[in-house]
């Protein structure tokens, strides 16, 4: 049986929400606290606050690649999939 993945860094991939990163921009921006501290703070992680702090994109994206198929057809997919 294969063991159970524990994330090596302080923060897992993905594991901090877009809230989480509004307010650590907007402590950076307003000048309340550095990067660093504000990584701490908010549990962000630095390359992305960094990135997202000089890109002027905000928004957290998904993780992995888009779908190929779109939403409706992968939807579709799937059930006739389940239906075999």
């Known amino acids: 049986m294969p063991t159970e993945y524990k994330c090596k860094g ?3 991939r993905g594991e901090w929400s877009e809230q989480d990163l509004q307010q650590a921009i ?3 921006q307003e000048g ?3 990067v660093r501290e504000a990584v701490r703070s908010f549990g ?3 390359t992305t606050l960094r990135r997202r702090l000089r890109s002027g994109n905000h928004r957290k994206l998904p993780l ?3 779908s190929t198929l779109g939403q409706e057809n ?3 997919l799937v059930n006739h ?3 075999l």
Do not use: F, H
């Open 10 to 12: 302080s923060v897992c």
């Open 26 to 28: 907007e402590a950076v």
């Open 32 to 34: 309340r606290v550095g």
């Open 44 to 46: 962000v992680p630095y």
């Open 64 to 66: 992995g690649p888009l």
């Open 74 to 76: 992968e939807v579709k």
């Open 81 to 83: 999939i389940k239906k």
